[in-house]
């Protein structure tokens, strides 16, 4: 979708002496930040949601998603911010039908993720951490294979995917060779991009851009704002990155040990903790402040799941 256009009129008329701003207010319509107004049916609406998981008779059960909720507008790119071990990837399966939900609610645009599973399925669609391929084949290969897992024609999926790519800057040569024979951050992209082949309006991306070097980063996180402006997507996306949290998301939720301790934009997540602070604070300082720790502590996942509490 294209966003900017100038063909509003250029000449409305002034009538008033006061000076007007320099700067005219942009004239592309403004992206719509959740939460979703009374009335609109959110893309996603989580509603106490809890996962446990037990892990052995000794052990005292891990409560990976505890009491959470969420609702999320069409359009947005909501991140949901935490260290490792805090519940991210649990969250996002539950989203998508990948486990099933202890207490709560989940739906997709109306549509529970328990009662109405293939519906949920056909609107969602989820690019883990690590997105598999089989890496001796192409991305073209991978592609064709997933199409005719989504039940498409090849032809038609692989025409699908060839624009996809190249409307978000990814040249149809560069994907005849081998995947392993690709960066990480291009695997990604077209990891995205095949998720995007079946048109989701929900798409679920799990720590996109972890373990990549620094310029694939930049790069698909790039590729993310593109697919959010040309594919009218709504957009949940865990990290636990803070400039990737701050550069990409609308809303942010901070989780920490499966409960969500903070939610807003970041401005209003910084403008939380800005009282309690003496200088500007930074989305960090935000994050320490609601959950006591640093996202640079790698969490030992072994201990921390016994001794809390
Ligand atoms: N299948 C599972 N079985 C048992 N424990 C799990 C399972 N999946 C996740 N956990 C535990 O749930 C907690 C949250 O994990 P996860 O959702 O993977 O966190 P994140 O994605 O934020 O790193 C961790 O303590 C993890 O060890
Ligand atoms: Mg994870």
Redesign the pocket.
């Known amino acids: 979708m294209t966003e900017v256009m100038t063909t509003e009129p250029k000449t409305t008329p002034m009538p008033s002496a006061e000076p007007q701003p320099a700067v005219a207010p942009a004239p592309e319509q403004a992206r719509r930040v959740g939460p979703p107004p009374p009335g609109e049916l959110p893309a996603l609406f989580i509603d106490h949601a809890t996962k446990r998981?037990v892990?052995g008779r000794k052990k005292k059960p891990?409560m990976?998603?505890n009491d959470v909720s969420m609702s999320i507008r069409k359009g947005e790119i909501y991140g949901v911010l935490?260290?490792?071990?805090?519940?991210?990837?649990?969250?996002i399966?539950l989203v998508s039908t990948l486990l099933t939900i202890d207490r709560g609610r989940i739906e997709v645009f109306g549509h529970d993720v328990t009662k109405d599973e293939m519906a949920v399925k056909r609107l969602i669609n989820r690019v883990s951490v690590d997105a598999a391929f089989f890496k001796k084949l192409s991305p073209h290969e991978n592609l064709a294979y997933a199409a005719r897992l989504y039940g498409m024609d090849a032809k038609v999926a692989r025409a699908e995917a060839v624009s996809i790519l190249a409307r978000l800057g990814v040249g149809e040569k560069r994907l005849g060779r081998p995947v392993e024979q690709m960066s990480r951050g291009m695997q990604q992209k077209v990891a995205i991009a095949r998720a995007l082949l079946t048109s989701p309006v929900v798409l679920l991306l799990?720590?996109p851009t972890t373990g990549l070097d620094p310029r694939s980063k930049l790069d698909v996180q790039t590729f993310i704002e593109e697919v959010r402006d040309t594919h009218d997507a709504t957009i949940l996306l865990?990290t636990?990155d803070l400039a990737e949290a701050e550069r990409l998301c609308d809303r942010i939720a901070l989780?920490n040990d499966?409960r969500l301790v903070a939610e807003g934009t970041p401005a209003e997540l910084t403008e939380m903790v800005a009282r309690d602070y003496g200088k500007e604070p930074t989305l960090e300082s935000v994050f320490m402040t609601f959950t006591g720790k640093s996202l640079d502590d790698d969490i030992d996942?072994e201990s921390?799941?016994e001794d809390d509490e």
Not at 85 to 91: D, E, I, Q, Y
């Open positions: 998981f892990v891990v990976a998603v935490g260290a490792n071990g805090s519940g991210k990837s649990t969250l399966r799990d720590e865990t636990h989780i499966g996942e921390s799941s």
